[in-house]
Structure formats: structure tokens, C-alpha cells
């Protein structure tokens, strides 16, 4: 079975600062990764996500992420966070199933960006 | 808005009640699925239905028991549930493909066992 791991369960910064928010899934086989993101009073809804191709990911809202296979990594970064980016946010793990998606998630990081 | 909805948004039962949760997807996909988020743990999936069918029930208690009438619609039939229960179900849709589909999230329902 696979897991996801997210490191930081709170993260505090200052607007301007740099975020990066680690991710680490355990699955030897092929995997679709993806950051999901939750606005305080809104739904789960897509960050950005790897299927294939070009390992750094370009999301929403100036988000990225970088796969990196042979550390089981899919940290998340953006260089310059503004208030409006305080949500939690969960990294996931698909596992390739004809037809639909078994996918895992991690705990969630719950980031606070103080103006 | 996604384009799914969940309803009620706010549930409070007693043990020995029998409740159902509603789901709808207006986005034409062709899989859905329950998770269960608690606090401080992974979103926890609970079941999937891929054209209508459950392809997926991960070891979930038989006191929660999912219905699937077309692909447009998921229920969840909840029975004699315990406090532990208590969390917020969340449901979502998806196009199947070769994966790494996006998942659309509803609301969810806030759930409080009593």
C-alpha cells in the first residue's frame, strides 16, 4: 500500500518569505502526484499536479513543484507567498487504476501567512 | 462552486438513527467517491464507483453503506454509527482515464455522532 508524508503539519510565515512544503509517497510503480488545496470556507480543489513529462510543475497562483523519483519527492514551492495563500494544503499519491482514481493522501499542512 | 454538491452540509444524529448523505455531480464524470476527513489524519477513502459500479470499499464498517443509482449521483446510507464517526465526509468526481484525472471535491457534510 502506498503512504504520503507531509512534514509540516503548521507553517507560519511572513508575506514575502519563501515556502516550500515537503512531500514524501512510498510506491515503486508508476504514480500521478498532485497538491490540493483548501481555502478556509471553500472546497478541496486542485493545486497542481504531475502526470508526466517535465518534472517541475507549474500550478495556480504561482505554485510549483518539483518530482524528483529518486527521493520519493514532490515538495511544493512558491517564492513570494501573500496572505491570500493561507489554506491547508494536501499533498496526494494516485495509483494507476483502469478507469477511476485510488489515491492517498497525505495529512495536510496548514500553512498561516501573517501580513 | 465545483460542480458538486453535497447535502445536508450540517448533520447531528444519535447512534441509533438512520441518516443518508447525498452527492451530485453536474460535470458529466464517470467515477465518485466518499472520503472520510477526521482531524489531525489523511483524508481517508472510503469508496469509489466507477461507471456505477464499486470498484473500491476499503475495509470500511458495514454501519456505512454506499449507494450508487447512476453516474450522477452517490449516496451514503449511515446506521447505528458510533461517536467516532464523527467527521466530515467528503465526496468527489472524476473523468476515468490513464490516471492523474483531477478529483472535484463537494463541500462535504459535517457529521456529528451523539
Known amino acids: 500500500a502506498q503512504s504520503v508524508s507531509q512534514h509540516n503539519h503548521h507553517v507560519i510565515l511572513s508575506e514575502a518569505a519563501s515556502l516550500e512544503l515537503g512531500c514524501n509517497y512510498s510506491?515503486?510503480?508508476?504514480?500521478?502526484l498532485f497538491w490540493y488545496v483548501q481555502y478556509p470556507g471553500q472546497h478541496l480543489q486542485l493545486l497542481l499536479k504531475y502526470f508526466s513529462g517535465d518534472p517541475l510543475v507549474k500550478g495556480i497562483k504561482g505554485f510549483e513543484a518539483e518530482f524528483i523519483k529518486s527521493k520519493f519527492s514532490f515538495n511544493l514551492r512558491k517564492p513570494s507567498v501573500q496572505w491570500s495563500d493561507t489554506a491547508e494544503y494536501f499533498c496526494a499519491v494516485n495509483e494507476n487504476s483502469g478507469g477511476y482514481q485510488k489515491v492517498t493522501f497525505g495529512t495536510g499542512t496548514k500553512l498561516q501567512v501573517i501580513p | 462552486e465545483t460542480g458538486v454538491t453535497q447535502t445536508p452540509r450540517h448533520l447531528v444524529m444519535g447512534m441509533t438513527n438512520k441518516k443518508s448523505l447525498k452527492c451530485e455531480q453536474h460535470l458529466g464524470h464517470n467515477a465518485m467517491y466518499w472520503y472520510k476527513q477526521s482531524a489531525k489524519k489523511p483524508l481517508e477513502l472510503m469508496f469509489v464507483y466507477s461507471l456505477e459500479e464499486r470498484v473500491e470499499n476499503n475495509s470500511v464498517p458495514s454501519r456505512f453503506s454506499p449507494e450508487c443509482p447512476n453516474s450522477s449521483h452517490l449516496f451514503l446510507h449511515l446506521h447505528t454509527l458510533q461517536p467516532e464517526d464523527s467527521a466530515l465526509y467528503l465526496c468527489a468526481s472524476s473523468q476515468g482515464g490513464e490516471g492523474g484525472e483531477t478529483q472535484y471535491f463537494g463541500p462535504g457534510t459535517r457529521l456529528l455522532v451523539l
Open positions: 510506491y515503486g510503480g508508476t504514480v500521478n
